[in-house]
């Protein structure tokens, strides 16, 4: 983080002090900008921010509003100096901490449509970091890429197999001079940012998301969702490459002038209870997180729960992934004795199409699980409701309304829009919707239809106005809060030299705990046991380093993997045969 202070005055170093929870003279206003920068203009006049901590607990960079502001608009005219025209994309390593959100809002205030990038946790090694990044450039046309230094060799390979000639660490970028042209920042009506949060490596897709798109969606988040409060202060680990980091966690709070403080994500993996002990401290009232982000820390927690205090807490949310009723009850069981109120948890729908918030319950209300049979829903399509704790049932957890001025139907394969507990796709319309994916037209058009709405992929069902999901309809399988193309397992395990293309297929089923589970079925034309074991040994090793997912690997006889009529892999109709029994799995060695 050298390179954002550089930026600073020379000044004999302070003891850090978090910014204030309140703003005392300026009055709270919740998401009524027309642009990213016009907020951070006006939160810039209170003294609340963004604090940064270590993964021992330390306080090690204040961030207040009026900060940022100031070091973006330094930023914004080093930037201008490098010949970028407006418009132009800029891609930012989304490490959490000054330098990302510097870089952010200096892309809006000299007018480049800034492309957080992930930050690499070496998932699958540095080669496929690499090339999962080179595909995200090159799908954003890219003209810069801006870096944490110790990851700028790995950003300058990425850039020259796609020929990005631009790309900077923080430190390079604070050395450049300061351009004496006009800034021509955002209006309401232009692109705000790009995400590349859920794209596949070979072929990523980018969020078009307009200014208008993100004060609409997060002022749905913090009026209609959470009720945001003044008195409100905010702690996050998500990462701010994904939506929910991003938006919900970061740009939302400051368009209501709200102090954040913040845990890396990688840090968070190391210690999850330190997210528990910094929300006592800190008394921060709002934190959200997948479901298994609350399995960690209850099953980490261990005697530390003693010395918590998590009264504050008053929304706990939950999202990007299904959510366990039981995971959160095992969570409010550990944290009891912290002062943790079951009634905290806000169970919510999003997606990075939408900006990201779809739905939210009613505050307050107690976590609400539909219990319905499972046999009706596998079979029927219809959310049968029976007695919690019947045979062969499942609970659902209810997530609430859609945000106001949007609209949201449940339709089946013909497009009919369905009834209650009738279990079909989700379709979605609203100001919050994305523009369509960055110059990928026929993507575009296969999600959005002539009427406006996106098609989310997702499989659920209306009950009382309310939207329940129960799982995907597309390929894309969401895997501990991932989002995971198949396409990229499957393209990692066909690098085995016996196999080719069409070898392999991919999917997710419902495991006995009620998670996602990622199968891979190979066809195997050996017939030696040891050569057997080798094939499944090896691609399972391929599939971790390409994906970082240990999946299940079955093996199936030659010919066994379905295809359409067109000639591509059936993902659906691999999975539909090997549920029905109807695929031949060669059984392991020790079973």
Known sequence: MSGIL??????EPKMLVKTPTLNQSLPQRIADFT????????????????????????????????????????LARKLLSTGLNRLDRVAIVAETGPDFIVTFFACQYAGFVPCPIPYSMYIGGREAYEQRIAGMLKAADARCVISPADQIESLRVAAGSVDVEMVFSHDELSTLPESIAKMRGFEGGDVAYIQYSSGSTSAPKGVLIS???????????LVFGIHVKPSDRGFSWLPWYHDMGLVGFCLAPLLSQFSMDYLATTAFARRPSLWLKLISENRCTVSFSPTFGYDLASKRIGTEVEKLDLSCWRVAGIGGDMVRPDVLNEFAKALAGAKFSFGAFLPCYGMAEHTLAISFPPMGRALRVDTVDKNGVRNNHKAIPVAPGTPDSRGYAVCGRVLEGHEMEVRDAEGAILADREIGRIFLRGPSLMNGYFKDVDATAEVIDAQGFLNTGDMGYRLDGEIVITGRAKDLILHNGRNIWPQDIEWAAEKYAELKSGDV????????????????LVECRTTEIADKEKLRREVGKLVHQGSGVDCKIELVAPRS????????LSRAGARSKYLAGEIVVFAPQNV
């Open 505 to 520: 297929a991919a999917f997710a089923i419902e495991g006995d705990d009620g998670d996602d589970e990622v199968v891979v």
């Open 561 to 568: 993997l379905p295809f359409t009529t067109s000639g591509k």
């Open 211 to 221: 200014q208008g798109a993100i004060s609409t969606n997060a002022r749905g988040m």
């Open 35 to 74: 642009t990213l920068a016009e907020g951070l203009d006006y939160a810039a006049q209170g003294v609340t921010g963004l604090n940064f901590y270590s993964g021992r607990g330390r306080l090690e960079y204040v961030l207040p509003y009026t900060e940022l502001r100031r070091r973006a608009l330094v």
């Open 6 to 11: 550089a930026l600073n005055d020379t000044t």
